[in-house]
């Protein structure tokens, strides 16, 4: 088949992502099966596996009403937005995916697809595919620490009750760590202990903290950058918890500040990828890191 996958992102995105990752994984795995991908996306998009990209402005793709005909080539079989169209190109069959919540009171646009049975239930469908990614872009380590890390708003749309709910049916401890109520980022660090299904409160970082990275190696937890409540309020600080009394220890700092960056441990170093600076600009760059419990 010709498939035409459309975003209204430039592709693909470095430090974060959600739709965008599975949009790119979409096209992976199409071209992967056989089947030719042209791409609709915002000017500088480079995803070698589409046999296609069109660069479309932004400021189409952000518009519902946009028609997409002048853009898709001839022979396409079929047209996949991942932003909401008001209608389609007429003479292609399209369907579109809603990778978010629909306002109730506001029709839903035509094709739409959910994202699970509950989502789709919510919205008073049955019509849904899971979202996929490529399980090569991530880490498999045989050896795993003794707990599990959560970062993330806390806010039952981020799924921090599944966290706690895993943690209860395997037994293993969960940290929590920062995170927001409601648009406040906070400095409390918790602890649950599955074993007695209780949460406790086990120490307090240094200053407001969301938008950090996590990371465990040795018998520490490592809090990376972040920012306050406000954008602009970056810090390049690596913070050390231990998991078992929750002192906090400063454990040095990165180059510039950052926060909604990404890290994983890779041997004896925390490797940190990504992420947005106080003035907004995203970064690129990758950084291999030793913390050093008590370096300030």
């Known amino acids: 088949m010709h498939v035409v996958v459309a975003s209204h992102h430039r592709l693909p995105v470095e430090g974060y992502g959600g739709p965008q990752r599975v949009v790119v994984a979409l096209v992976r795995g199409l071209a992967a099966l056989g089947h030719r991908v042209t791409l609709l996306a915002q000017p500088g998009t480079k995803v070698p596996e589409a046999a296609k990209t069109v660069e479309v402005a932004p400021r189409l793709l952000k518009d519902s009403g946009v028609d997409l005909k002048k853009f898709i080539p001839e022979g396409a079989d ?4 991942h932003f909401s169209l008001k209608q389609g190109p007429k003479g292609v069959p399209f369907v579109q ?18 994202l699970s ?3 789709a239930k919510r919205h008073g469908s049955t019509i849904f595919v899971h979202n996929g ?3 090569a872009e991530y880490i498999f380590r045989g050896r795993k620490e003794q707990w599990d890390l959560f970062l993330g708003k806390l806010h039952s749309d981020r799924g921090y009750h599944w966290a706690v ?4 049916r395997t037994g293993r401890r969960l940290i929590i760590a920062g995170g927001t109520r409601g648009d406040v980022a906070t400095r409390e660090v918790y ?9 406790h409160q086990i120490g307090m970082l240094p200053r407001e903290l969301t938008h950090a990275a996590g990371a465990a190696l040795g018998n520490w937890m490592y809090v990376i950058g972040g920012r306050g409540t406000d954008q602009g309020t970056q810090t390049s600080a690596i913070l050390a918890v231990d998991p078992v009394s929750g002192r906090v220890e ?13 890290a994983a441990t890779i041997g004896g170093a925390v490797v940190v990828a990504g992420g947005r600076q106080s003035d907004g600009v995203l970064s690129n760059r990758l950084y291999a890191l030793r913390p050093q419990v008590g370096a300030r």
């Open 191 to 199: 602890s649950f202990d599955p074993a007695h299904d209780q949460v």
């Open 117 to 119: 049975r509950d989502h």
């Open 250 to 262: 400063p454990a040095g700092r990165l180059p510039v500040g950052l926060s909604d960056l990404g």
């Open 133 to 135: 990614l490529d399980p």
């Open 97 to 114: 995916t809603l990778h978010g919540n629909w306002k109730p009171d506001i029709p839903l646009p035509p094709n739409t697809i959910f």
């Open 78 to 81: 079929i047209l996949h937005a």
């Open 165 to 168: 709910d895993a943690a209860k």
